[in-house]
């Protein structure tokens, strides 16, 4: 089931990957980093872990990060979203939630 629901989430998060990538590699850009430290900065505030050792100077870049993040936390929203409708489905499955519906019910 989780497998199912991230086939069907896979263009919205390849492009907020992207996203992240392209975002992060402005960044990198206006400080002047490396584009594997740009990347890397832009996936440590995308999953909001932040390090602290890279980190952005200028105001536009400072806007930058805080992009990163907010993205970051929607990518990461949409996978606990789909990691726990998999688990609610597998519970369900599991111990015949509707019978015991039907039988409370009755």
Excluded: C
């Amino acid at each position: 089931m989780f497998a199912i629901g991230l086939f069907y989430a896979a263009p919205l998060l390849a492009t907020l990957a992207l996203i992240i990538v392209v975002l992060g590699h402005v960044l990198g850009r206006l400080e002047g980093w490396s584009n594997f430290d740009a990347l890397y900065h832009a996936f440590s505030a995308a999953t909001t872990l932040g390090y602290g050792d890279f980190h952005p100077r200028g105001k536009r870049s400072k806007l930058l990060a805080i992009a990163i993040t907010f993205v970051g936390i929607i990518f990461t929203g949409i996978l606990v979203a789909i990691a726990l409708h998999s688990a609610a489905h597998a519970f369900k499955e599991t111990h015949n939630v509707d019978k015991l519906i039907e039988q409370v019910d009755e």
